[in-house]
């Protein structure tokens, strides 16, 4: 995958997810991306067990495969592999819903803008292309704020917390900085000074992370 919206491959990260004995590389893998994978699936019309299901599905296999993973620089990433499981996955769910005779999960019909019904989600399923379009629409969508909320969670844990609300509020909130001063009790210097030192470790967390430059 290639152009300016295109996530490079974390080669640093996945060289050490080779070594299945290193736990703190594992699970800093599943906290950066099972939300993406579980929102993902959700949104795709699953319920919530199956979106769990998908989970497990794509995250115990890929430590199994990734000793023997080959990539090639430039040409694969990480967002584009970790979608391929996932649609695998989801497809899969479809499957094994319609298999058992399962009904759709809720009962509010899909509706387009102009008020017509679509075609439920499960009725797509042997359209591969249309799940497609409907997987890479909803990934492309969470894909960033995925980064940036494991951005934030990471930042968080390694800064004042007085620092890091008041980073929260303004940035994050979009409080105005007189508000979070009179909220917090503090100078509106401070909150500014908060904005500038946090914000600039949320940009080299998103930059570990493999986000494009901000």
């Known amino acids: 995958m290639n152009g300016a919206?295109?996530?490079?491959t974390r080669q640093s990260l996945l060289a050490r997810l080779k070594d299945l004995s290193d736990q703190a590389s594992w699970r800093e893998f599943f906290d950066t991306y099972w939300r993406l994978i579980h929102a993902t699936a959700l949104k795709a019309g699953l319920s919530e067990s199956e979106a769990e299901e998908v989970v497990q599905e794509v995250m115990i296999p890929a430590a199994k495969k990734m000793p023997e993973l080959t990539y090639e620089p430039?040409?694969?990433?990480?967002?584009?592999?970790?979608?391929a499981q996932t649609r695998w996955k989801v497809v899969d769910q479809f499957r094994k819903r319609a298999k058992a005779g399962q009904p759709e999960s809720g009962e509010t019909p899909d509706v387009r803008s102009d008020g017509t019904a679509r075609t439920a989600t499960?009725?797509?399923?042997?359209?591969?292309?249309g799940l497609d379009l409907d997987l890479d629409r909803i990934w492309d969508s969470e894909w960033g704020s995925n980064l940036m909320r494991a951005a934030l969670d990471r930042v968080k844990r390694h800064v004042n917390p007085v620092h890091y609300e008041m980073?929260?509020?303004?940035?994050?909130?979009?409080?105005?900085?007189?508000?979070?001063?009179?909220a917090l009790d503090v100078s509106t210097a401070a909150v500014h000074l908060a904005k500038h030192r946090v914000g600039r470790l949320v940009r080299l967390e998103l930059k570990r992370l493999g986000a494009p430059s901000l």
């Not at 499960?122 to 292309?129: G, L, Q, Y």
């Open 167 to 182: 980073y929260h509020l303004h940035v994050v909130q979009g409080m105005s900085p007189r508000e979070v001063a009179h």
């Open 122 to 129: 499960i009725e797509r399923v042997p359209n591969p292309s």
């Open 5 to 8: 919206d295109s996530i490079p």
């Open 74 to 83: 430039g040409k694969d990433s990480l967002k584009g592999w970790l979608l």
